[in-house]
């Protein structure tokens, strides 16, 4: 008789809240990671006026539009708070909620690049303008990550509703605690990113230049 392979060993499967814990673990995670991302853009804000080299801090007229910066933070902060009490208020309907703030943030983010056309100087326009280009245009970029992530729970959510029935998955967990937890992730998630935002306006904006 030829040789075979040993039998493997009997694997228990995880338990079933092991992964909304994972989902709810993995939001906290990602808010550690663009803390660090967009604290460089704090540093670079503070140490570039602080240095002012060459007394090229500001060069020429930098004044960016305090209404579209208001109206822009506006729409964030909005998204973040009705998307966030949707999972802390039964009365507040998650996929209403969700859709509002997928559509208020495309809207910020397109308001957002249309200042850029309103604007009375470039990114070469000092210390203040590299970092007032970089922190918005990238901020723009890393929030449509975020509402891909809410856009996926909605739609999620819409095909339960509509279907009337979860499916089956392939963890030991219901679909129903998967988008509960992604939700509540998601949800979490964006109100800490917003409230980076919400500081990036203080600082771009209200002590500006």
């Not at 998204?79 to 966030?84: E, L, M, Q």
């Not at 998650?94 to 690049?113: C, D, K, M, S, Y």
């Not at 109100?191 to 306006?201: P, T």
Request: aromatic share 16%.
């Amino acid at each position: 008789m030829g040789a075979s392979a040993p039998q493997a060993g009997f694997i228990e499967p995880e338990p079933p809240e092991w992964q909304p814990r994972a989902i709810w673990v993995g939001g906290r995670l990602l808010c550690g990671a663009i803390t660090f991302f967009f604290v460089s853009f704090v540093f670079a804000y503070f140490y570039l006026r602080a240095v002012n080299s060459n007394h090229s801090w500001t060069i020429g007229p930098v004044h960016p539009s305090l209404g579209l910066g208001v109206t822009i933070a506006a729409l964030y902060l909005f998204s973040a708070v009705i998307y966030r009490l949707a999972t802390k208020l039964a009365e507040v309907d998650e996929l209403a909620a969700g859709t509002i703030a997928v559509l208020f943030t495309l809207l910020a983010v397109a308001l957002q690049f249309f200042e850029y056309t309103t604007l009375d100087f470039g990114a070469a326009s000092g210390g203040y303008a590299a970092v007032f280009f970089g922190w918005t245009s990238t901020y723009a970029v890393v929030a449509l990550m975020g509402i891909y992530w809410i856009e996926v729970q909605v739609a999620s959510l819409y095909r339960v509703r509509r279907e009337g029935k979860t499916r089956d998955t392939e963890v030991p967990t219901s679909e129903d605690a998967l988008l509960t937890a992604g939700i509540e992730a998601s949800s979490f998630y964006w109100a800490y990113f917003v409230g980076l935002g919400v500081l990036a306006y203080i600082i771009l904006y209200l002590v500006g230049p």
